[in-house]
Structure formats: structure tokens, C-alpha cells
């Protein structure tokens, strides 16, 4: 009987390995330690005949490992990346969404060891999707449709990496990507803070014929049939009552930027006043839509705004009109 009981336990601890293995979320996590290979390395790096290291911009690399994911996402496989520090430790997160469409903009070993890289060194977890359909990713892209759950689902992939306190969730995306945080935040409710830029907040100003034709038709489901209403669904100027109050929201924009006008985070701020939902404006004068010219600026501007909020856990700005 002894031994019929040993046998039931080793059952039952067997079937609750082989449980806790198959609710994980992670398919592989595939650690990158020869940035060498990839053909942005040079872009990274300085060499001279005796040696290769790493420019005086990019030396924070070797504080941080990098990492290509693989996740299931409503029952797809879909690719991404996290970047962590080397140190051990319990860290904040960030989830950051990327910008563009398909191929263009994707998620590479130059996005970890750059936009991720330098926020992680910082100290936080950051994590990215490539979102379904792109980068080996199954599925079909959507636009800011389904694929929206691509990065909810990055919420709870991060309560099973050891650095990452899973408490403390930022979100920063750039040009689609803010899109993407918008509607992230709309439905979410474990998003504590958030930064913005390039993002487009109404996409139903049709001011680029190709982007229109070239990226919303193909990629909105039944575009042509259900134009106004799949476009007000992406577009966060609709919908600001459903945003949180509790969550700041950073938005960086460049007044020259072509591909989305600023007029994008001016028009969502003065809706963001009406609701009062805490957020910063910061539009940089002649900026393009990477704001490429001010670089080192809104870098120090996104770290000390997820310090201040995420990090340090400032108590939130007290929106009612008040003072002398």
C-alpha cells in the first residue's frame, strides 16, 4: 500500500509539472549572446585593427542580455523580444510596440540593442511583439485589430520571467505603435503609465492616399465595407472617455513630421483636458517623425518619465483646477 501511495504521489507531482509546463505562455526563449552576426553590428561598434568595441553611445550593451520569444497569443505563435539587465535583481517592465506595418518597422536585433537596449539599462525589464503575421509570426495582421491582443498578452507573458516585477507595467510605442498603446490602454486596466510618440490619433484624416491604399486596405478586415467604423475603432480621439484617469500618459511629437502630422497629439490633448486624464505634451520644433533631431533629448524624457512614475512611484498629478 506504502508503495501504491508513492507511486500515486509521483503521479500527481508529474501531472502538475507537465500542468504548470503547459499553461506557460512562453514557447522558446532563445538567448542572443553574438550580436556579430547580424549586419546592424557595425552600426554599434567602432573597430580598429587591434580590437572591436562598442561606441561611447551604445556601451551600456554590455549591461544587458538580449533575447528572440516566441509566444502564444489567442492560439498563434508569435515572435518578439526581450531585453533585460545582466543584473540580477527584480525589475519594472516596459512593453514596447513597434511601429510601421509588416516587414517595415519590425523588431530586430538592432531595435533590442537600441530603443530596449537603453531603456533597460536603465533598469527594466522590456519586452516587444512583432505582432501576428509578421517576422515568422502566424496569423494576419490586422492594424490595430485582433493583433492589439498580441500586446495584452505580453501582461501576463511577464509574471513568468524571474527580473521582471509584474507589478509595475509601463507601455511606450512609437507611430503604430502608439496607436497600439491607446488602444492597449483602453483595455487594460495593468497598464500604470504609458508614452507616445509619432502617434496617429485619428486615422479617419485620410492625409496619405498610399497609406490608405497600400496599408489600411489591405490589412483592416473588410476595410472598403466597414471604412468609418473599423477606422474610428483605431482612432483614439473617439473614444477618450474610455481611457483611464489614472495612468499619465507622456505624447512626444515633431511638428515636421510628414507621416503624421503633430496635429495628431494636439487635437487628442485638448481631449485628454476635457476629461482630465493626466498626460505631457511635448512638441519638438521641427522634429521629423523620429524626432531624430532632439534624440538625446526625449530619450532623457521617456527615462525620467517611467522613473518618476513606474520606478518611483509618484503619486499622480491632482487634475482638478486648482491653486491661487
Known amino acids: 500500500m506504502k508503495y501504491l501511495f508513492s507511486l500515486l504521489g509521483i503521479g500527481i507531482i508529474f501531472f502538475s509539472c507537465q500542468s504548470q509546463s503547459t499553461t506557460s505562455s512562453f514557447i522558446s526563449i532563445d538567448s542572443v549572446t553574438d550580436f556579430s552576426k547580424y549586419p546592424s553590428y557595425k552600426y554599434f561598434v567602432d573597430t580598429t585593427q587591434e580590437q572591436t568595441t562598442y561606441k561611447k553611445r551604445f556601451s551600456y550593451i554590455d549591461s544587458i542580455d538580449v533575447s528572440q520569444i516566441t509566444y ?4 498563434l505563435k508569435v515572435t518578439g523580444l526581450l531585453v533585460q539587465p545582466k543584473k ?39 519586452i516587444a511583439s512583432n505582432y501576428r503575421g509578421n517576422k515568422y509570426s502566424e496569423g494576419e495582421e490586422e492594424f490595430g485589430g485582433k493583433d492589439v491582443n498580441d500586446v495584452l498578452n505580453l501582461i501576463d507573458l511577464l509574471a513568468e520571467i524571474k527580473k521582471a516585477n509584474a507589478e509595475k507595467i509601463g507601455m511606450f510605442g512609437w507611430s503604430r505603435g502608439g496607436m497600439m ?29 498610399n497609406m490608405e491604399k497600400n496599408v489600411y486596405a489591405e490589412l483592416i478586415p473588410n476595410y472598403y465595407e466597414n471604412k468609418e467604423e473599423e477606422l474610428k475603432k483605431r482612432s483614439a480621439i473617439f473614444w477618450v472617455d474610455q481611457f483611464p484617469k489614472d495612468v499619465p500618459i507622456l505624447m512626444l511629437h515633431g511638428n515636421a513630421d510628414w507621416r503624421v502630422k503633430s496635429t495628431n497629439s494636439l487635437r487628442l490633448a485638448l481631449e485628454f483636458e476635457k476629461h482630465r486624464i493626466p498626460y505631457r505634451l511635448k512638441i519638438f520644433e521641427g522634429g521629423d517623425h523620429g524626432i531624430s533631431e532632439f534624440r538625446t533629448e526625449y530619450d532623457k524624457d521617456v527615462i525620467d518619465w517611467f522613473d518618476k ?13 486648482h491653486g491661487r
Not at 519594472?92 to 536585433?109: E, M, Q, V
Not at 512614475?309 to 483646477?321: G, Q, S, T, V
Open 309 to 321: 512614475y513606474l520606478k518611483n512611484e509618484a503619486p499622480l498629478p491632482n487634475m482638478e483646477f
Open 72 to 75: 502564444s497569443s489567442d492560439g
Open 88 to 126: 540580477d535583481g527584480k525589475y519594472p517592465c516596459i512593453i514596447y510596440n513597434r511601429g510601421g506595418n509588416r516587414d517595415f518597422g519590425n523588431n530586430t536585433i538592432a531595435t533590442a540593442l537600441s530603443r530596449m537596449g537603453k531603456i533597460a539599462s536603465q533598469g527594466y525589464v522590456v
Open 181 to 209: 498603446t491607446y488602444l492597449a490602454l483602453k483595455q487594460s486596466e495593468k497598464i500604470d503609465v504609458a508614452c507616445v510618440g509619432g502617434a496617429r490619433s485619428d486615422l479617419t484624416i485620410i492625409d496619405r492616399p
